[in-house]
Nanobody
Framework: VQLQASGGGLVQPGGSLRLSCAAF????????VGWFRQAPGKEREFVAA???????YYADSVKGRFTISRDNAKNTVYLQMNSLKPEDTAVYYC??????????????????WGQGTLVTVSS
């Protein structure tokens, strides 16, 4: 399966962006998909995930500002990011769990990753 993340860019503090993660080669609908981010000099961290049944999970740092959703007909998962802050600046990656084992909060659980899309929040 191939994942393609898109939608990153430069936005001012307080602004919004919507990231997309499209899957090719396999249907997304039966699997958990997550978003992670990695800022320069920092480890990759969990942002949000959505299960096959539509359950959503968020890091405390983005709760109330970010919303993860999925469109199974388009085989795409979205991350709507509102009220962006400079500390949200990072490369954002989407990933999928195919094996079904492990914690969805850990990047080690995910089997396939997209290439990443850069989000820069700056005035």
């Amino acid at each position: 399966v191939q994942l393609q993340a898109s939608g990153g860019g430069l936005v001012q503090p307080g602004g919004s962006l919507r990231l997309s993660c499209a899957a090719f080669g396999r249907t997304f609908s039966g699997y958990t998909v997550g978003w992670f981010r990695q800022a320069p000099g920092k480890e990759r961290e969990f942002v949000a995930a959505i299960s096959s049944s539509g359950g959503t999970y968020y890091a405390d740092s983005v709760k109330g500002r970010f919303t993860i959703s999925r469109d199974n007909a388009k085989n795409t998962v979205y991350l709507q990011m509102n009220s962006l802050k400079p500390e949200d600046t990072a490369v954002y990656y989407c990933a999928v769990i195919l094996s079904g084992r492990g914690s969805l909060w850990s990047p080690n659980t995910y089997d396939y990753w997209g290439q990443g899309t850069l989000v820069t929040v700056s005035s």
